[in-house]
């Protein structure tokens, strides 16, 4: 079955700490792999995208084939960062809008 | 760009009646989607679709749902009959043409409680 599995509903930091947001996924074929994130009372918007190899904000996510995951990281959290994360995934077909998404991950940066 | 434009951001709805949610896509998108987020949960896939067609309606449930994209005017999604369970936040996203390294774009959402 596709599925995005996050296993954590809630990871609590303080500032400056290392943040790893975990993300595995089963998935028959090649999918490409995204983070999403959405902070307090605004939309939902792309974070990261494997293909792109991108560091955006700090963030970076590694594709581990073998393991089958895509975490999110960052060296040192800040109180900004606080928010929901989705990894999702998609076909790798070329439609990047029909995604499957994880339950999310709310990400608390503590001062 | 005023981006992906949902209205109305809450709707509440007896149950029995119908409940009808509108998406504007960004301005060149010509291409919809349609999530459902129950509570505790990610966001499920409903359906895509083009102008004037239904690509991919593989995540609506079979009765009660339907969706639109008409050629001029916003996209609609419609729930007839409308019960408890369907209480939920309703996402929409859009893309452009081409597919390959596109992204697709949400919108704030609708929050739609049945009571």
């Known amino acids: 079955a596709q599925r995005v599995t996050q296993p954590e509903k809630l990871l609590s930091v303080f500032k400056g700490a290392p943040v790893e947001l975990k993300c595995n996924y089963s998935y028959s074929g090649s999918p490409e792999l995204f983070w999403y994130v959405q902070y307090s009372r605004q939309r939902l918007q792309l974070l990261l995208r494997h293909i792109s190899r991108e560091s955006i904000k700090g963030f970076t996510a590694d594709l581990n084939k073998g393991e089958t995951s895509f975490h999110l990281k960052k060296p040192f959290a800040q109180e900004e960062d606080s928010a929901m994360y989705y990894c999702?995934?998609?076909?790798?077909?070329?439609?990047?809008?029909?995604?499957?998404f994880g339950q999310g991950t709310t990400l608390q940066v503590k001062p | 760009n005023a981006g992906v434009m949902q209205n109305p951001r809450h709707l509440v709805r007896r149950r029995g009646q119908e409940a009808r949610l509108r998406c504007s896509p960004m301005?060149?998108?010509?291409?919809v989607y349609w999530y459902r987020q129950l509570p505790e949960e990610g966001l499920k896939f409903m359906v895509y679709l083009q102008k004037e067609n239904i690509i991919d309606e593989s995540g609506m449930p079979k009765e009660r749902f339907s969706a639109e994209f008409p050629k001029e005017g916003p996209s609609i999604l419609r729930i007839q009959q409308v019960v408890r369970g369907d209480s939920a936040a309703y996402f929409c996203?859009?893309?452009?043409?081409?597919?390959?390294?596109?992204?697709?774009?949400f919108g704030q959402g609708t929050r739609l409680t049945v009571v």
């Open positions: 999702a995934l998609t076909s790798g077909s070329g439609n990047t809008g029909k995604l499957i």
């Open positions: 301005k060149g998108h010509s291409h």
């Open positions: 996203a859009s893309s452009p043409p081409g597919g390959w390294n596109t992204e697709a774009f």
